[in-house]
Every structure is written in C-alpha cells, then in structure tokens.
C-alpha cells in the first residue's frame, strides 16, 4: 500500500465525461490499496473566462475579489469529481483550499504556499476516504481566498504530497510524459524514464510547459518523487496500474538515475530580444544602473555578456528580454542614458535560445564544442552563449529555431533508442 497523490489538468476534467474517466483512473488506485488524495485544475478555458470577466468588472481590479471570482472553477470541479468518485462506489469528499487549510502569503493572485495542515485527510485515509481537494488555491493571512498564480494546481499538488508525506505525485495531464525535445519539432524525440530535478526545472523555465515551474522547485526542495502520465489512456489498459514502473516520466533525485546521459534535452525559448549598449562607461556600478531600473520594471533579463573593455574606460553590454518587454526595456535605459553614460542602444527581436540540458555534463568535457560544431555544419550562426553546470543555451536568428533544434538533439544522440 502507498499514498498518492494524482492532479488532474484542465484538459482531463474539461467535462463531464471527462470527469467521469478521471474517477476510473481514481478507482483503480483505491482497489489496488492505496490511499489517495486527488487534485483537480477548473475545466479548460474556465479560468481564462473568469479572469475576462474580473477584467470587465474592474480594469484595475482589487486582487482580493480577483482570487475569490478565479478560484470558484476549482471549486466546481473538485465537487463533481467527488460526486462521480460516490457515484461508482468510492467514499470520497471536496477539500477547498480554505478548509484544509492550505495557508499562503497574502501575494493575491500569485500567493506562495506557507503551510499545510495534511492531518485531517490522512485520518480520513485511515477511513477509507479520498479527498479531493481544489487546485490552484489557498487561505491568505487575511482570512480570504488566495490564488496561486496561473498553472498553480501544478504546485498545489507538489505541496499536499509533501505535506500528506506522499510515496508519488502523479501528475496526469494531456501529454503522456517529457520528452527529449519538443515532438512537434522532432518527431523522433523519444519520452523520457526518468529526468532529475534540476533538468526539469530548466526545462520547465524554457517552456517545456508540462509543470509549472514553482511546483518543480518545490519537488526538488521537499524530494516529492513527481510522475508526469496521461489522463487519456483507458483507466484499465494493461500496466497502468503498475505501481513501480507505471508509463510516463519520474522527476526525481539524480542519484535514482543510475545510467545518467550526458545530455538529457532540448528546450526552446521563443520570442527573445537582443539588446546592445554601445561603448558605455567601464567603472564601478554601471552593471547595477542598467539591470537595477530593469528590474524595477520587472523585466526579465536574461543572457548578459560585457567586453572586455578595449582602452579601459568604454565597454559593450549585450543582454536579452523577452521580444514583448523590448519597447519597455529601451524607455527605462534612455531614461538611465546620463547615469550610464552609453553611445547607442541596438535591438534585435525575434531570436530563439536553445538550450542543451543533462547534469552528465558536470563530469564531460566537450559537450559545448559539439554543439558549436553542428551548428556550423549548418550554416547558423551563434549571437550569444551562455552557460551552466548543467546547461549551454546559444541564442540565434529565430528562423533556425527548429534546424537548430533537431540538430542539436541528434549529435547527442537523443534520437536513437
Ligand atoms: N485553473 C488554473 C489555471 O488555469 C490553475 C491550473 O490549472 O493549474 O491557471
Ligand atoms: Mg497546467
């Protein structure tokens, strides 16, 4: 016997139906013995529809009656799957994020969770009962409904799996696990076994978007052992109740993967935007009067590379933003312009950043120079580059993205079984 938690995305409680075939997936795990405690998002679009009506309210909504109109399609979902679940014979019932409770900051409509109070449902499991328990939402220190930020029933269930010492969080969703690279663009990208924390996070970040990037940080934090399978398969089908070696991918610890690739995938970043300042002043204290007000404005930088000063008092500083914040980034730099004390400013928009990710790259060398190789072999040209233990990212013209791509994962060979 374990306890599981299962989330189930937009997609899969999309309807009734739906829902429906989401209670056989429930029931199998409760026949088999396990304790169970399930999360559900709203139906897909639901939440999009709620967050346009609050706009339409109020242009300049109050977050609070925000959180409370947003969280209402967890709500219902949570309650029809407990119907379906007492419907074929399963003692189940709704948790709000309230009642548990699901204690967060008081960051409404991007609340982090502080605190979760698993006692109550694991009683219940020694009853017999699963919870099902609403996605996406939590109590803020102001006694009202908070919202985890879009994506965040992802993060809910990490953080009841933690609380409630769950032995997996599965995680079923529209895709049946994580891929080397991004199928559409390689159709021999091959799903994954296993991938570690770290890999996941980073291809989370670049948009891998299977898992919310906060609840990957928090299954590395808490080592919540975090499954990614499909809600679309037959409930019954043969293996999917295979508790050690069910289909899908297992995010874990690198030290449960015992044949580690050098490299595990490929991500993608669209919509980059290069930025250059040209022969700007090399003294103490510039770097902080560029990326400081950059920040304030809450634009993301990214790649940042600084010359080597040619005669010791004029540098170059190139960096990247997302292609939407450019026409924001250039109006907070002029504003900055006798501060920092540049000659021009450059921009270039649609570029790509493709990332190399695997923490076997800790320990081999050359992984890099492979990569520039092929590149090259086809004629595309690198803009920037940069590095971490455990990833390469080269930014280039965004009409390479998928040459590049599929190149990269075949000199790794990520397309051979
Ligand atoms: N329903 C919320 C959203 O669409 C939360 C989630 O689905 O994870 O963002
Ligand atoms: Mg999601």
Redesign the pocket.
């Given at each position: 016997m374990a306890r599981i938690v299962m989330k189930f995305?937009?997609t899969s409680v999309a309807d009734m139906d739906r829902i429906r075939n989401v209670a056989r997936h429930v029931k199998r795990e409760v026949d088999a013995g396990h304790e169970v405690a399930v999360v559900v998002?709203?139906m897909s679009g639901?939440?999009?529809e709620l967050v346009a009506w609050t706009r339409d309210a109020s242009p300049m909504h109050d977050a609070r009656e925000y959180d409370a109109v947003v969280a209402s399609?967890?709500q219902v979902t949570s309650g029809l799957l407990a119907l379906a679940l007492q419907n074929i014979g399963i003692n189940a019932r709704s948790w709000q994020g309230w009642q548990i409770p699901i204690k967060t900051d008081n960051a409404h409509g991007a609340a982090r969770i502080l605190e979760i109070d698993g006692s109550e449902l694991i009683r219940r499991f020694g009853e017999g009962q699963v919870a099902v328990v609403a996605?996406?939402q939590g109590l803020g220190p102001d006694n009202r409904i908070a919202t985890l930020g879009?994506?965040?029933?992802?993060t809910s269930a990490v953080a009841i799996a933690a609380a409630i010492k769950a032995d997996r969080c599965d995680i079923y969703t529209d895709v049946d696990g994580v891929y080397t690279t991004d199928p559409r663009i390689e159709p021999k990208a091959k799903r994954l076994k296993k991938i570690a924390f770290e890999e996941m996070l980073e291809m989370a970040s670049l948009g891998a978007k299977v898992l919310?990037v906060r609840s990957v940080e928090l299954a590395m934090v808490f080592k919540v052992r975090t499954f990614v399978r499909s809600s679309f398969e037959d409930p019954d089908a043969p293996g999917m109740g295979d508790f050690l070696n069910p289909p899908g991918t297992l995010i874990c610890d690198e030290e449960e993967i015992l044949e580690q690739e050098v490299v595990t995938g490929i991500a993608y970043a669209k919509d980059e935007a290069q930025i250059s300042l040209r022969r700007l002043a090399d003294r103490p204290g510039v770097s902080a009067a560029i990326f400081g007000p950059l920040a304030e404005a809450h634009i993301n930088v990214d790649m940042i590379v600084q010359n080597i000063s040619e005669d010791g008092s004029k540098t170059d500083m190139t960096f990247t933003v997302p292609s939407g914040d450019v026409d924001k980034a250039l109006k907070v730099l002029n504003d900055q312009k006798d501060k920092v004390g540049f000659d021009v400013i450059q921009n270039e928009s649609g570029l790509v950043k493709v990332s190399v990710i695997g923490i076997g790259m800790r320990s081999h060398a050359g992984v890099a120079a492979s990569a520039f190789k092929a590149l090259a072999e086809k004629g595309i040209n690198i803009k920037a580059i940069t590095t971490s233990e455990i990833k390469i990212s080269i930014l280039i013209d965004g009409a390479y993205a998928e040459l590049a791509v599929r190149t990269l994962h075949s000199v790794y060979g990520l397309d051979k079984s």
């Amino acid at each position: 016997m374990a306890r599981i938690v299962m989330k189930f995305g937009g997609t899969s409680v999309a309807d009734m139906d739906r829902i429906r075939n989401v209670a056989r997936h429930v029931k199998r795990e409760v026949d088999a013995g396990h304790e169970v405690a399930v999360v559900v998002s709203a139906m897909s679009g639901k939440t999009n529809e709620l967050v346009a009506w609050t706009r339409d309210a109020s242009p300049m909504h109050d977050a609070r009656e925000y959180d409370a109109v947003v969280a209402s399609g967890e709500q219902v979902t949570s309650g029809l799957l407990a119907l379906a679940l007492q419907n074929i014979g399963i003692n189940a019932r709704s948790w709000q994020g309230w009642q548990i409770p699901i204690k967060t900051d008081n960051a409404h409509g991007a609340a982090r969770i502080l605190e979760i109070d698993g006692s109550e449902l694991i009683r219940r499991f020694g009853e017999g009962q699963v919870a099902v328990v609403a996605g996406f939402q939590g109590l803020g220190p102001d006694n009202r409904i908070a919202t985890l930020g879009r994506g965040g029933s992802d993060t809910s269930a990490v953080a009841i799996a933690a609380a409630i010492k769950a032995d997996r969080c599965d995680i079923y969703t529209d895709v049946d696990g994580v891929y080397t690279t991004d199928p559409r663009i390689e159709p021999k990208a091959k799903r994954l076994k296993k991938i570690a924390f770290e890999e996941m996070l980073e291809m989370a970040s670049l948009g891998a978007k299977v898992l919310q990037v906060r609840s990957v940080e928090l299954a590395m934090v808490f080592k919540v052992r975090t499954f990614v399978r499909s809600s679309f398969e037959d409930p019954d089908a043969p293996g999917m109740g295979d508790f050690l070696n069910p289909p899908g991918t297992l995010i874990c610890d690198e030290e449960e993967i015992l044949e580690q690739e050098v490299v595990t995938g490929i991500a993608y970043a669209k919509d980059e935007a290069q930025i250059s300042l040209r022969r700007l002043a090399d003294r103490p204290g510039v770097s902080a009067a560029i990326f400081g007000p950059l920040a304030e404005a809450h634009i993301n930088v990214d790649m940042i590379v600084q010359n080597i000063s040619e005669d010791g008092s004029k540098t170059d500083m190139t960096f990247t933003v997302p292609s939407g914040d450019v026409d924001k980034a250039l109006k907070v730099l002029n504003d900055q312009k006798d501060k920092v004390g540049f000659d021009v400013i450059q921009n270039e928009s649609g570029l790509v950043k493709v990332s190399v990710i695997g923490i076997g790259m800790r320990s081999h060398a050359g992984v890099a120079a492979s990569a520039f190789k092929a590149l090259a072999e086809k004629g595309i040209n690198i803009k920037a580059i940069t590095t971490s233990e455990i990833k390469i990212s080269i930014l280039i013209d965004g009409a390479y993205a998928e040459l590049a791509v599929r190149t990269l994962h075949s000199v790794y060979g990520l397309d051979k079984s």
